[in-house]
């Protein structure tokens, strides 16, 4: 068992950055794979970002391809995603989740645990 809480979120200028970090507790991280999830008013969830447990392997979604930046610092149990150049469409609540296999990462009910959610808004 993981719980999950996420932080740095907020309102930011577009072409701003943030740094989201997602904090871990229970179970060691590390033994999970981990990805970030963003999901807009009236929309589904959408595959943002993931990493593997070992930080070898990341995956990440067209839209913030080359603009987000996924990594993970096992010893301090903690997720991070860095966003830059952000633009309106990236306003939502960015969610931080864990899962035990390196499959079907882009996919939101294949993890297992997920954190509350913390709002990152895009003005312009």
């Known amino acids: 068992q993981v719980q999950l809480v996420e932080s740095g979120g907020g309102l930011v200028q577009a072409g701003g950055s943030l740094r989201l970090s997602c904090a871990a507790s229970?179970?060691?991280?590390?033994?999970?794979?981990m990805g970030w999830f963003r999901q807009a008013p009236g929309t589904e969830r959408e595959f943002v970002a993931a990493?593997?447990?070992?930080?070898?392997?990341?995956d990440y979604a067209d839209s913030v391809k080359g603009r987000f930046t996924i990594s993970r610092d096992n010893a301090k149990n903690t997720l991070y995603l860095r966003m830059n150049s952000l633009v309106l469409e990236d306003t939502a609540v960015y969610y931080c989740?864990?899962?035990?296999?390196?499959?079907?990462?882009?996919?939101?009910?294949?993890?297992?645990?997920w954190g509350q959610g913390t709002q990152v808004t895009v003005s312009s």
């Open positions: 989740a864990a899962k035990n296999r390196w499959t079907q990462v882009t996919t939101a009910f294949r993890y297992n645990y």
């Open positions: 229970g179970r060691t991280v590390g033994y999970y794979h």
């Open positions: 990493i593997s447990y070992s930080g070898v392997n990341t």
